[in-house]
């Protein structure tokens, strides 16, 4: 087993690696003045070994493994509107490798004090290789804001994958399609849609690893 602690001073952190705090990407430090901000997460090796759990896919001839997560964050308190009381969360992860397959299901949720509100979030993502470069994958995806104007959202995403060089360089084209609505997220290309609504998203990127 392995466990990694994490501890900032003087700094948000909203989430288990640092992203997406509540200062907008190259805000200035001085502005984000919680009293503490740390994050502790701990992982089990049921089966296979650490190094195949570098890569987030599992390609044939792969030894199976079983890799289970168990992540908890924290933030003091601070005068940043959003979170003036601070937050806390937990998310637990487990990664399944097989012989050209692989299976991811994740859990969160945040709790943020002096507000009745706690966001959770479900993932389950499946991928199986077709040839040596080609793989196809789905995703499953509930999130529940908690928060009033917001509304709950289910995604599926189905896509393939063509490895150029491996985890390298890959080319990938998916297709999601948000039941029921989804909360607008510039970052993911969602456009927002109301629970009356379907949003449908067709997407290509070029990944290169260095």
């Known amino acids: 087993m392995i466990t990694v602690l994490t501890v900032r001073t003087n700094g948000l952190l909203d989430s288990p690696n640092g992203a997406g705090n509540a200062i907008a990407n190259g805000g200035t430090y001085a502005a984000n003045d919680n009293s503490h901000s740390w994050s502790v997460r701990g992982e089990l090796l049921l089966e296979g070994n650490w190094g195949q759990f570098d890569q987030f896919t599992s390609v044939e001839g792969n030894t199976a493994g079983t890799l289970l997560g168990l992540a908890y964050w924290d933030t003091g308190s601070g005068d940043l509107p959003l ?24 859990y969160s949720t945040t709790s943020t004090d002096g ?5 959770n979030s479900l993932t389950v993502a499946y991928g199986i290789y077709l040839d040596a470069n080609w ?10 804001p908690d928060v009033a104007g917001q509304i709950d959202s289910e995604i599926y995403t189905v896509g393939i994958n063509y490895y150029l060089a491996g985890n390298n360089a890959k080319w990938s084209l998916d297709y999601s399609w948000a039941d029921e609505g989804v909360n607008a997220n510039a970052q993911l290309g969602w456009q927002g849609a109301t629970a009356l609504q379907d949003e449908d998203m067709l997407r290509m990127q070029l990944q290169f690893a260095f």
């Open 135 to 144: 793989e196809a994958y789905a995703r499953y995806q509930s999130i529940d």
């Open 115 to 119: 507000v009745p509100a706690d966001p």
């Open 83 to 106: 979170v003036p009381n601070g937050q806390s969360g937990w998310i637990v992860d487990g990664q399944m490798q097989f012989d050209g397959s692989n299976l991811y299901a994740a």
